[in-house]
């Protein structure tokens, strides 16, 4: 078996020469900038101070233009789209920044914003008339931002094509690219950008992605290998590389800045399909993420930003323009090395009287390791953890579980010192004796060497 030490040198250097190959050359000015958010989900009043930061923050970059790819307001209300307005005329007033420059308002509805979610239930006709975007979406449009509304809007800023399509449009974007491609320029050399609420189907995140259009979005992009698609909706975090994809065009996930969907079958992820977890869900609430995108001739650089602390989120994402595609999945993930835990950790066992997350008392085990140390390639997404007890000669798997490191969506330089996950011993099916094997992974799965704690007796530690 490889050296770890070894393999890691060996991931370094060839990271370093991919890195220099893609790295943003020096000099010149961008062609173009703007920002990018999705999911802001204001609700209350007060809650506005994040997307105010995130704003100025593109101000003071130099954007031209701020995209929103949709859930504006939490609740569907009028007076939440109006804040968000406000906030962008109090940033941009009149639509320009301190200097001068016209900065575009680039946004779009999404779910929350136009089905009126949370409020529709035992409210009257009245109120929903006066009080909610999704009684005239339209009207509540113009109303806030004193443009014009269309279901699928085009924009130029600084000769590049911006088109975004209301939530529920989707279905129309092909007709709507084929019969606007040529007065749009869309069949030209320079990318044009593209935004709506979901994913476009199988392409960010996989097939499986929470939330996704099914395709549709997909099936008419296909057509344009220029387009570059900006989507939220799901909330995943953009410091998993699975956030940006390339295949006949490019598709980019745009988290959140409201809260991080912290995904499912990790015992500290989201709940799903009634199964009972053992551990409190992670604070999602503390990754709030954006981007600042920077157009060139050849490339384009998307730099990842969160806006709690003010701090990246790693590496900008460089993106050649000139036809390649090295985003694309496959051999992306060809490419990273799993992270590896530091010679000689250790894993700890523990057993006592604990809550699980619905407040029930269990009898739980809990697993401790310290965290994995990044490869050249890739931080700590998730641990596996793997319950074993001995039958024979064999360790023999009882139970497996997954973790999320408790930093993944932080910048690096917060990445977690330890991990740890819950068992209830009733999860162990009454071995006796186990030992516990814990493997650190990277976002596309590969899985580092594991490590493995002493064998711990059930009998012995009641």
């Not at 940006?244 to 745009?254: C, D, L, R």
């Amino acid at each position: 078996m490889l050296n770890v030490s070894r393999r890691v040198f060996i991931a370094n250097a060839a990271a370093a020469t991919a890195s220099r190959a893609l790295a943003v050359r020096a000099g010149g000015a961008p062609n173009v900038t703007f920002g990018v958010l999705s999911d802001v989900h204001l609700e209350r009043p007060g809650d506005e101070d994040t997307f105010l930061k995130a704003l100025a923050y593109f101000r003071d970059g130099g954007a031209d233009g701020v995209l929103v790819a949709g859930d504006i307001a939490n609740t569907g209300r009028i007076e939440q789209l109006k804040r968000a307005a406000d906030c962008f005329f109090r940033v941009f007033p009149g639509g320009k920044a301190p200097d001068g420059r016209a900065v575009e308002q680039l946004f779009v509805y999404g779910n929350h914003d136009v089905m009126n979610w949370g409020w529709r239930k035992g409210k009257d006709e009245k109120y929903l008339r006066e009080h909610s975007i999704c009684s005239d979406p339209a009207k509540a449009w113009e109303q806030c931002f004193h443009e014009p509304y269309s279901p699928i809007w085009a924009k130029t800023v600084k000769g590049y094509t911006f088109i975004g399509a209301h939530w529920g449009n989707e279905k129309d974007l092909d007709a709507f690219l084929q019969k606007n491609a040529d007065r749009l320029n869309l069949r030209g050399g320079r990318p044009f950008f593209y935004t709506q609420h979901p994913h476009p189907g199988n392409t960010v995140q996989g097939p499986w992605a929470w939330g996704n259009d099914r395709g549709v979005a997909t099936r008419a992009l296909e057509k344009f290998p220029n387009a570059v698609a900006f989507s939220g909706h799901s909330h995943y975090s953009i410091t998993d590389e699975r956030s940006i994809w390339q295949g006949k065009f490019t598709s980019i996930g745009t988290s959140s800045l409201r809260y991080i969907f912290s995904q499912y079958w990790r015992d500290n992820g989201e709940d799903h399909n009634g199964i009972v977890k053992q551990m409190r869900m992670l604070p999602e609430s503390t990754g709030r993420q954006g981007m600042l995108v920077r157009v060139y001739d050849d490339r384009m650089a998307i730099e990842r930003r969160e806006f709690v602390y003010g701090e990246s989120l790693g590496e900008d994402w460089v993106v050649p323009l000139d036809g390649s595609r090295p985003f694309a999945f496959e051999p992306r993930s060809e490419k990273k090395i799993a992270p590896a835990f530091a010679s000689g950790a250790k894993v700890g066992v523990k057993r006592a009287k604990g809550r699980n997350r619905r407040g029930k008392e269990t009898d739980q085990i809990t697993v401790s390791f310290p965290a994995a140390l990044p490869s050249a390639t890739s931080r700590v997404h998730d641990y596996e953890v793997t319950a074993l007890a001995y039958h024979e000669d064999v360790d023999y798997p009882v139970a497996t579980k997954r973790v999320l490191s408790e930093s993944y969506f932080l910048s690096p330089k917060r990445e977690a010192k330890t991990g740890h996950i819950v068992f209830d011993v009733a999860e162990l099916k009454g071995v006796k004796e186990v030992r516990f094997a814990v493997r650190p992974l990277e976002c596309f799965g590969h899985k580092g060497p594991e490590i493995y704690s002493q064998m711990f007796s059930l009998a012995d530690s009641k």
